[in-house]
């Protein structure tokens, strides 16, 4: 005896689907796409007491010996807390070497960056290039170099780290190895490298070469800037972008850093982008409003601004400069053709 058809139905033709790894857009509840990109990214402002206080604590905690990096991540409250990513692009943490310690030598595909926030005389090693760090360089570890830090000064160093870790993940691209030494052989300064790239160059320089922008050349610069008032930028006050003097492109493939000034009592007008940046507040202090919150920040304080989320910036101060040190995610964008921005216009909260 037969048995009876089985009467189809949107359930039955769901469930014969799920068994062919099969499924059908209406089950998604996608039939209107956001009119405007959505990100978890929380607007989040970490304090420098927090932040270094861990550093300290970890240093008396966590051995070099034992683990290859005394790091302290920077985790954001809308993303997974066991990745401890800052954003969905660009990790940030801070690191904290010891006088006589050595991180050892490895490379990795997260290509990475470090902004050195308080001690001299420690010197990291990119590709053989010894980079002498002292507060406001930034150093450059582009993806795949070989690079290791050591600090053969008096005094603890602690920097800032920028990573392109959570975009590497996202595409499956993560890999490290370590090298087959604790440090790698140094065959020259960073200041020799960067004598090589005046307008006259020697012929086939390599590209990879550039890894050390000191901060005795991009201080004088940011102030030369803030001296011209007709280039200052109404969303980012006097802004100095770090490009490859190689190449007049960007920091690295996918980050973007730049430093702003903003004068005493200087106010930003507001905009949005579909970048997602992070700022280190490097000098003075100030307030950033993100959305309908205010987020007032001091020297050593980090803060993110998630993507699409108008925002605006002002320096508190009516007698000090402040100074911000910024990783955005734009040449990634810019890259997928995903780059936007605008002005716009959010009510003043103070
Ligand atoms: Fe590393
Ligand atoms: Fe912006």
């Not at 959505?38 to 051995?63: F, H, N, Q």
């Not at 600090?151 to 392109?164: A, F, M, R």
């Not at 280039?231 to 007049?248: A, C, S």
């Not at 000090?320 to 810019?334: G, H």
Request: net charge negative; aromatic share 8%; glycine share 6%.
């Amino acid at each position: 005896m037969n048995q009876p058809a089985q009467k189809d139905s949107v359930a039955v033709l769901d469930r014969d689907m799920a068994g062919k790894n099969l499924s059908g857009y209406w089950r998604l509840g996608m039939e209107g796409l956001p009119q405007q990109p959505m990100t978890s990214v929380e607007p989040c402002l970490w304090k420098w007491p927090d932040v270094y206080g861990s550093l300290l604590r970890a240093g008396e905690l966590i051995s070099l010996e034992n683990s290859e990096r005394r790091v302290v991540r920077l985790v954001n409250p809308g993303l997974n807390q066991q990745l401890a990513f800052a954003t969905h692009t660009i990790q940030i943490s801070f690191q904290y070497v010891k006088p006589g310690e050595n991180a050892r030598a490895h490379r990795h595909t997260p290509a990475a960056l470090r902004f050195v926030v308080q001690g001299s005389g420690a010197y990291t090693t990119v590709n053989g290039q010894q980079c002498t760090m002292d507060p406001g360089d930034l150093i450059l570890t582009p993806k795949l170099t070989w690079h290791d830090h050591s600090n053969e000064s008096k005094e603890p160093i602690v920097w800032l780290d920028g990573l392109d870790f959570p975009l590497v993940t996202a595409l499956h691209q993560v890999m490290q190895e370590r090298y087959p030494e604790r440090r790698q052989p140094i065959e020259k300064s960073s200041e020799e490298a960067i004598d090589q790239l005046g307008a006259a160059r020697r012929h086939n320089l390599p590209l990879a070469d550039f890894f050390h922008y000191k901060w005795r050349d991009t201080e004088p610069a940011l102030h030369g800037l803030a001296r011209s008032l007709s280039v200052r930028d109404r969303f980012d006050g006097y802004l100095l972008e770090y490009r490859n003097p190689l190449t007049g492109g960007p920091t690295m493939t996918t980050i973007q850093c730049a430093l702003q000034l903003l004068p005493p009592g200087d106010k930003t007008e507001s905009h949005r982008h579909t970048s997602t940046t992070i700022y280190h507040a490097f000098r003075g202090r100030g307030a950033t409003q993100i959305g309908e919150r205010v987020f007032e920040w001091e020297q050593g304080d980090s803060f993110v601004v998630p993507l699409w989320h108008d925002h605006r910036h002002w320096n508190r101060s009516a007698a000090e400069e402040a100074i911000l040190f910024s990783m955005s995610d734009a040449p990634a964008l810019k890259a997928l053709d995903l780059y936007r921005e605008e002005e716009s216009a959010i009510d003043e909260r103070r």
